[in-house]
């Protein structure tokens, strides 16, 4: 069950946001110091002098109704989180574009990431919505909140849908929503520290306020991408060496 994950700030520089070298790049995921809304089919535009690849990923939220998926997805994104809570009727997707700096190199990246979210009761309903979302999945967000006991406790049975033959590799994190909300926690850190000791993947927190725009989302999309970056550098290795031992 457990993997070596990157330690934090190991493969990209960790508030790269704050540097002045990334405001180039920062500024094309920005209009008027709000972050652009960006659909299927656009992507942060350049200079022409200014060469950076785009990464590619899925991502799934998961988690039991109520939680926050779709506000997670609204705030890795910059949109307005939505203020009643409904059900997502089906699947829908957001895309986030987010700039890193490799640390090894230096060399730019902006990641594209595709976060997919769908309705609990729509994955009950439909038999063929939960293949959908794992097709070719790159990462998955398991999500409680820290103001519902059940959700968190929910986390095995989870991760428990994602393990084993069928998926293949894929990046594990947990997100716990709802952080700020202390007054109201059913969940203690001790409980916290002992699910990542047993599970070992590693728990992220959000709040329920949106506070100061990059720096609000900087630290989950970093660490979402350093462990992305961390699985592919991986799986390139393995396949390199399979490449070798067959020549050989």
């Known amino acids: ?32 110091k709000r972050r652009k809304n960006f659909g299927l089919l656009e992507s942060p535009v350049m200079p022409p002098h200014v060469a950076v690849d785009t990464v590619h990923y899925k991502i799934f939220l998961s988690g039991k ?6 506000a997670l997805a609204a705030r890795l994104a910059g949109l307005n989180i939505p203020n009643m809570h409904y059900e997502t009727t089906g ?20 990641f594209r990431l595709q976060l997919w979210d769908c309705g609990e009761n729509a994955l009950r309903r439909f038999d063929h919505l ?10 998955v967000l398991f999500l409680f909140s820290f103001t519902d006991r059940t959700s968190f406790d929910d986390l095995s049975n989870q991760i428990a849908k994602w393990t084993g033959a069928p998926v293949g590799r894929v ?42 725009g990059l720096g609000d989302v900087a630290s989950l999309l970093n660490c ?25």
Not at 65 to 70: D, R
Not at 130 to 139: F, G, I
């Open 65 to 70: 109704s109520g939680v926050g998926k779709t």
């Open 91 to 110: 699947i829908e997707t957001t895309v986030v574009y987010w700039p890193v700096k490799l640390r090894e190199n230096g060399r730019v990246l902006f």
């Open 171 to 212: 990046v594990k994190l947990v997100v716990g929503t709802k952080f700020d909300l202390f007054m109201h926690c059913d969940v203690a850190e001790r409980d916290v520290r002992n699910f990542q000791e047993t599970w070992s993947v590693p728990v992220l927190r959000v709040g329920g306020e949106v506070s100061d």
């Open 224 to 248: 979402l991408a350093e462990h992305l970056w961390h699985q592919d550098c991986v799986s390139a290795r393995r396949h390199s060496q399979q490449e070798t031992g067959n020549v050989l």
């Open 1 to 32: 069950m457990a993997h070596v994950s990157p330690s934090s700030g190991s493969i990209i520089v960790a508030d790269w946001h704050r540097c002045k070298d990334s405001k180039e790049y920062f500024s094309k995921i920005l209009h008027k």
């Open 130 to 139: 939960l293949p959908a979302c794992k097709e070719q999945v790159d990462a």
